[in-house]
């Protein structure tokens, strides 16, 4: 029996499970999610002692954790 769909570079009969979860919006609510975890992470890091240096460089990565895009 032959698998068919995107892998087989076909349209699927149906969607996948990631259009699904994006079609119900759990994309979303997980991205926004991910931004207010991350905005609290920031705050943590911004309370305790750190060196500038290092508290900057750990900061400039915190984006590329949740916006794959960039």
Same mark, same amino acid.
């Given at each position: 029996?032959?698998?068919?769909?995107?892998?087989?570079?076909?349209?699927?009969?149906?969607?996948? /499970?990631?259009? =699904?979860?994006?079609? !119900?919006? $759990?994309?979303?609510?997980? *991205?926004?999610?991910?931004?207010?975890?991350?905005?609290?992470?920031?705050?943590?890091?911004? /309370?305790?002692? =750190?060196?500038?240096? !290092?508290? $900057?460089?750990?900061?400039? *990565?915190?984006?590329?954790?949740?916006?794959?895009?960039?």
């Amino acid at each position: 029996m032959a698998v068919e769909g995107r892998c087989a570079g076909r349209p699927a009969p149906y969607p996948t /499970s990631a259009e =699904l979860v994006e079609e !119900a919006g $759990g994309r979303s609510a997980t *991205l926004a999610e991910a931004h207010l975890q991350m905005d609290s992470t920031r705050r943590s890091l911004e /309370s305790v002692p =750190l060196a500038p240096a !290092a508290l $900057g460089e750990i900061l400039a *990565l915190l984006p590329f954790l949740v916006d794959r895009t960039r």
